[in-house]
């Protein structure tokens, strides 16, 4: 009894006296940082970080592996501490939720190409390509019996539904999704994401500006979920009721209806509908990201500037907008004209912007009543969205005669009360664009006895968007193409009374790819006018360009717009920033306010002090990818679009009404089911085409399937 | 040499310390959810089962036998396989930081691990030579880890299947364990 007392004494004496040597002999040295980390962590040890254990978890921060707020358990405190530890910035301190935020990347192991885009082959084989996938996934409820803290349950269509106030964030659904859908997001995450290379895209996402998420908001607005479509949309586009309203929609083109002989879905119809259905049933705000202290000076309250204002504030920083107009809403306000876009509209949209905490500074003027100087000392980063308001002149004699008026200048007038009477008049309007469109149509209204649009190339190369070329035709806008003025004649008093227009031909075709103009010699003519609206085109104003601007290192291009990394648009000093307009030039709203996000995500690791860069693969705008060249699909044909209803001719040429109205909750579910879901439903890949064309038995018929499709039918 | 072939056949095979002893079977149902744990736990397995069993037996026969106290066995040889894992994880990561990466997490998991106790003991009860035991902890650590890796393989199926709602997780894995045994079973005629 005695000796085994004794040795065992021995053995555990031995034990003792060799670890303490060998911790002295093996004695590693460890970065001071990671012992402070590691006292910061609870100890837990859960597991719930992905690390095994606190002290692997506090190595991988250290090393740059694991983010400062990769404790789960610990929540933000713990991750404050370790940030002060690490030297960041405590901003990142926000919460982590689940998400089906699929991107349709890097899903399943295999995968195929269908026409359209990547989806997983696995859904096929499991399901038949029965299976309507919103999310890539299977269904399998994995991810429920996984979750330690139920917070996911198994919702009414068979698809997991996380229920965000339950979730901690800890990623153990993710890890154990088959199919690696589910996953893990922060709030900036999610909204800072711009499609990749390896995403399952269908074509009008591919190609919309600001990379909506249509066939989502189709698919939640079939269902009568119309809130969720708008919170879909908003994740791109903070402006769904401007953008249903004149969009031009350069998404359609991508339409996979297109390819079997019909016409694209309407995305305006279904975006409107459920924009204005939001406006009548007022939601509660979105979720912001904790606040992070950081003020960013937003110029130019237009749709770009708005755009990132709405977005650096979801992700906590404070952003101000200054304006030199009485009102936000830019080219929305003074250039749109209210029968295209009601300005209660406009007001409605924007106050929800302001509402979740964006300042305005309105009748302020960059260059004329605050500089860039005033800005640093108060801001840590400034953007520059101040839009393209010079007007392009006509360049031809006798334009400062009385009655010569610019486009946008005259647009603008309504808006700022100032009253122009036309009663009678003789209107000659030049140029084919958008303004020129809104000239003719807001000269009608504003009683001209005749509206004349000289244009000195054919309607099919109007930029002008094709439904407001055919409006105005309709009101009674008479179109002289191939035309091009030469010379304004006025009377003694200076006052317009002639035009002289010289008739065209296309040539060969430009730099843009359009067929070029060239004079008919001898062809001039002359027409009585009383008004001439040049609206030919618009380029940044350089009023704002001062000295210390200058000094600072920013730089114009010979277009007066900003010079900016493509992608990042950071200008050359680090915290100046630009988009929309002012950077691209004159273009449409949905790409101001596509950059106006891209812009946003660039501010926000400007301020948090990231790399600015984007992964590899990533799209910034619209990409056409070569996997969709999109062929018919067998069994399904052409369904007939819903036409917009409009107020009569002979109503609305009287007063500045509203022309377009807003579809009936029918026809809108009618449109939205004209979508033929690209990317989300695996009906018809490669394998079944092949079978087709070779004669053999298909898996499951496309057509019969469609059939039986709740929503395809 | 036949012998020793028969040694290590019989530990991998049909004495299978997992489905024939249901010796470990806290780490078999523990780590086998996805392949690489369960990879990584075999190979930092054989290696520590290797070196304890050579301990231990000196143990045994330097200390315990001479003086008469193999009673103390088990309380001595857990003691001694806790300080060898500590041990082994100091000097890994000192000297072999690759190798350290690669099996770090699961070392402290097996100080805990029943097997690594059970061959040690079973060294001794059979009157294996320092040789024998050896090669024994080696082929049973072999075994377990085969056990391990082609249990991971089914159960990583399950994920992507439908399961009877009654049997999901740990019963089925139950089941399917049993069912892995009762094939192991059928290596009894080889030798
Ligand atoms: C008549 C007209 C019709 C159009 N129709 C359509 C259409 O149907 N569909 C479509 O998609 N797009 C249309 N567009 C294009 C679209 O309006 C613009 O692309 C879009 O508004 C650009 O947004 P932005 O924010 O970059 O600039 P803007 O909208 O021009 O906003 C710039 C803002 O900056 C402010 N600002 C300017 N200078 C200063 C300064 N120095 N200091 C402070 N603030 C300043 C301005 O007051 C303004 O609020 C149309 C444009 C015009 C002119």
Redesign the pocket.
């Known amino acids: 009894m005695g000796i085994s007392a004794l040795v065992m004494l021995g053995i555990g004496l031995g034990a003792a006296a060799i670890l303490a040597v060998a911790a002295r002999v093996f004695y590693v040295k460890v970065d001071p940082r990671i012992t402070a980390t590691e006292d910061a962590l609870p100890g837990a040890n859960c597991g719930g970080c992905g690390y095994a254990g606190c002290a692997s978890c506090a190595e991988a921060i250290v090393a740059g592996k694991a983010p400062v707020d990769a404790c789960i358990a610990g929540g933000p405190e713990v991750a404050i501490q370790v940030a002060a530890i690490m030297g960041t910035e405590i901003g990142v301190a926000e919460p982590r939720t689940a998400n089906h935020f699929c991107t349709g990347g890097d899903r399943a192991e295999r995968k195929f190409h269908y026409e359209g885009a990547l989806d997983c082959r696995a859904l096929f084989d499991l399901h038949g390509g029965d299976l309507r996938c919103k999310v890539g996934c299977f269904g399998l409820a994995t991810c429920v019996r996984a979750c330690p803290f139920d917070a996911i349950v198994m919702g009414p269509e068979g698809y997991p539904e996380v229920s965000a106030e339950k979730c901690t964030g800890c990623g153990t659904c993710e890890r154990v999704c088959p199919t690696k859908v589910i996953q893990v997001f922060k709030l900036s995450d999610r909204l800072m994401h711009f499609n990749n290379d390896h995403e399952c895209l269908p074509p009008c996402r591919q190609l919309c500006p600001a990379q909506i998420d249509i066939p989502s908001y189709i698919d939640l607005a079939t269902k009568g979920q119309y809130a969720e479509a708008v919170d879909v949309i908003k994740e791109r586009n903070p402006l769904p009721l401007i953008c249903g309203r004149?969009?031009?929609a350069p998404c359609e083109a991508g339409c996979r209806r297109v390819a079997i002989g019909d016409e694209p879905v309407h995305h305006n119809y279904i975006k409107r509908f459920v924009a204005d259905w939001e406006m009548h049933h007022p939601q509660a705000p979105p979720v912001i990201s904790p606040e992070t202290g950081k003020t960013v000076a937003v110029?130019?309250?237009?749709?770009?500037?708005l755009s990132a204002a709405y977005y650096l504030r979801r992700l906590g920083h404070r952003p101000v907008i200054?304006?030199?107009?009485p009102a936000?809403?830019?080219?929305?306000r003074y250039?749109?004209p209210e029968y295209?876009l009601p300005k209660k509209t406009l007001d409605f949209e924007i106050d929800e912007i302001l509402d979740l905490g964006v300042e305005v500074r309105c009748n302020?003027?960059?260059?004329r009543d605050f500089t860039i100087a005033d800005l640093e000392s108060e801001f840590d980063a400034t953007l520059l969205?101040?839009?393209?308001?010079d007007n392009s002149s006509l360049r031809c004699e006798g334009e400062d005669l009385d009655g010569v008026w610019k486009?946008?200048e005259f647009?603008q007038k309504r808006e700022l009360g100032i009253k122009v009477d036309l009663s009678g008049k003789r209107v000659v309007v030049v140029g084919g664009g958008?303004?020129a469109m809104?000239a003719c149509r807001s000269s009608l209204r504003m009683g001209a006895g005749e509206v004349t649009l000289l244009y000195r190339r054919t309607r099919k190369e109007m930029p002008a968007?094709q439904v407001?070329i055919d409006a105005a035709e309709h009101e009674g806008v008479k179109y002289h193409l191939l035309a091009a003025p030469k010379r304004l004649i006025g009377d003694e008093k200076g006052k317009l009374t002639q035009i002289e227009y010289i008739k065209m031909e296309l040539g060969e075709p430009d730099a843009s790819g359009r067929r070029r103009p060239v004079a008919i010699e001898g062809s001039n003519t002359l027409m009585d006018v009383d008004v001439v609206i040049a609206a030919i085109g618009?380029r940044p104003?350089k009023?704002?360009y001062t000295k210390d601007l200058e000094e600072r290192g920013l730089k114009l291009t010979r277009w007066n717009t900003i010079e900016a990394d493509e992608k990042t648009l950071q200008s050359d000093v680090p915290h100046i920033f630009t988009a929309?307009?002012?950077w691209s030039g004159?273009?449409?709203?949905?790409?101001?306010i596509g950059t106006g996000r891209r812009v946003a995500r660039s501010i926000q690791r400007f301020l948090l002090g990231l790399d600015l860069g984007f992964p590899e693969g990533t799209f910034v705008g619209p990409q056409k990818l070569a996997v969709s060249n999109l062929v018919p699909v067998l069994g399904v044909g052409p369904r007939v679009r819903v036409s917009q209803p409009e107020l009569q001719v002979a109503d609305r040429i009287k007063n500045f009404e509203e022309v377009d109205l807003v579809v009936s909750p029918e026809s809108m579910r009618d449109e939205a089911l004209r979508c033929m879901r690209c990317g989300t439903l695996c009906y018809f890949n490669d394998e079944q085409r092949d079978a087709h064309l070779s004669g053999r038995p298909l898996r499951k018929k496309v057509g019969e399937l469609l059939q039986n499709s709740p929503t395809l039918r | 040499m036949n012998h020793t072939m028969e040694l290590v056949i019989g530990a991998i095979f049909i004495n299978n310390i997992l489905l024939a002893k249901f010796l470990g079977n806290c780490p078999f149902l523990g780590v086998s959810k996805k392949m690489e744990t369960a990879v990584g736990m075999a190979g930092a397995v054989v290696f520590v089962l290797t070196l304890a069993g050579m301990i231990t037996w000196l143990v045994e026969h330097y200390l315990l036998a001479p003086f008469g106290i193999e009673y103390i066995r088990t309380m001595a040889f857990i003691l001694i396989i806790a300080t060898l894992v500590q041990f082994v994880e100091l000097f890994l990561r000192k000297s072999i930081p690759a190798l350290y990466q690669a099996l770090g997490i699961f070392l402290p998991l097996i100080t805990t691990n029943c097997a690594v106790l059970g061959v040690a003991i079973i060294n001794i009860q059979e009157g294996y030579d320092l040789f024998d035991a050896i090669v024994f902890s080696a082929a049973s650590a072999a075994g377990f880890g085969l056990a391990l890796v082609l249990f991971a393989g089914i159960r990583e199926r399950f994920e992507t299947i439908r399961v009877p709602k009654q049997i999901e997780g740990t019963g089925i894995g139950l089941v399917t364990a049993g069912l892995l045994a009762l094939s192991f079973f059928a290596f009894k005629g080889m030798i």
């Open positions: 004149v969009c031009p110029i130019g309250g237009g749709p770009c500037g200054f304006d030199a107009k936000l809403g830019g080219m929305a250039g749109i295209r302020q003027q960059m260059g969205a101040m839009g393209a308001w486009g946008t647009l958008n303004t809104d968007n407001e618009q104003l009023d704002w929309g307009d002012l004159p273009a449409l709203l949905i790409d101001a």
